[in-house]
């Protein structure tokens, strides 16, 4: 180097040191949560797209009030949903990391969701339940809906949220991603119940850098008591058409 070099040292050719441009791009969204009036815009704005985006719009409202993993919501099935026994069970085996089952205790915000899935089902799309699939793709072949070969397969689950909640924030003016969904819940829960120890059996972290859940262990009946206090922070008042 020094003041006159002779030759530029990141030269491309003649041995010279060859400096390569990174194509990996920042993640706008990877710090950014949702204010809580975007949240409740937002819950609005799914409640309104049902229609046009049916089962969809329920699959997102199931991941803002749960704050799971879009896979792991539209990986459950109808058998999933133990209405007596007061809870939505995802089991260990469609959960991102594979340790424990997970439970969605039916609060108030959650039992919206499955009334809404309620009402397309015993709607326009009766013939959908005999599909196991809670969130079933709407391009299905009706003919064949008593295929139980056909009905089981992993194609008539609904593959991608994107275009439904990309309309969403376009409607709101709102920036964001869905697994913003997921940093907001757990954001709120650990504020509302005062630290990650308590948050952990709702998240579903791994370490309370990550939430641990292999150390600290919930009792069944406390964690559904913070699930209802979390619940509590979704109150909102009833959308136009629900």
Not at 1 to 14: A, I, Q, T, V, Y
Not at 23 to 47: G, Q, T, W
Not at 202 to 216: A, M, P, V
């Amino acid at each position: 180097l020094g003041d006159s070099p002779e030759r530029n040292p990141c030269r491309k050719r003649d041995g010279g040191i060859v400096i390569e441009k990174s194509d990996i791009k920042a993640d706008p969204y990877k710090d950014r949560r949702f204010s809580i009036s975007e949240y409740k815009n937002i819950y609005h704005s799914l409640i309104k797209e049902t229609d046009e985006f049916p089962f969809r719009a329920e699959a997102l409202l199931l991941i803002q009030f749960s704050g799971l993993h879009e896979d792991v919501i539209l990986r459950l099935q109808k058998e999933h949903v133990k209405k007596e026994l007061g809870y939505i069970i995802v089991p260990k085996d469609i959960t991102k990391n594979e340790v424990r089952d997970l439970f969605i205790d039916i609060t108030p915000p959650i039992q919206k969701v499955l009334s809404q899935l309620d009402k397309l089902l015993n709607g326009k799309y009766k013939k959908y339940r005999f599909v196991p699939h809670l969130f079933p793709t709407t391009r299905i072949d009706s003919k064949r809906l008593h295929d139980d070969a056909y009905i089981k397969t992993a194609r008539l689950k609904e593959g991608s949220l994107r275009n439904c909640f990309k309309k969403v924030l376009k409607d709101n003016n709102i920036t964001g991603a869905i697994k913003m969904f997921r940093k907001t819940a757990a954001t709120i829960t650990k504020i509302v119940l005062g630290g990650s120890e308590k948050a952990i059996a709702l998240t579903g972290h791994e370490s309370e850098e990550t939430l641990d859940i292999y150390y600290y262990k919930t009792p069944r009946e406390e964690q559904r008591k913070h699930a209802f206090k979390i619940a509590e922070v979704f109150d909102f008042d009833k959308a136009g058409n629900e």
